[in-house]
């Protein structure tokens, strides 16, 4: 009985530290600048800090859902970071050198994409 016991305090113990930690994720949506599927792996790969738990990046509408910690980490460090890569934001833009070693392809300020 005591085992039980035990159990069911450990397992309401776990459930409500599950819950607590899903309230601290935020899902968040960002308009960043690349052309293609290449763009997109540089991107997301970049989005990848630490406290970051998804990143996906669509070509067509530029759009980045990001979803991440904030109690880890922020929008503007992430958004920081890919623009290292080379690719900007509204509110960061592009390290210069960077942005020049992208390959053609993904010259986005040149074709006025995103």
Known sequence: MKRFVVFFLLVIFSSSLAFAQAKDIVTEHYKVS?????????????AYIKGVKRADWDKNTGDLALTYRPSQTSAQAVLQHIAKAGHESATVKADEMAYKNLPHCCAYKQTGKH
Not at 36 to 46: F, G, Q, T, V
């Open 34 to 46: 690349g052309n293609c599927d290449k763009c997109k792996k540089r991107i997301e790969n970049a």
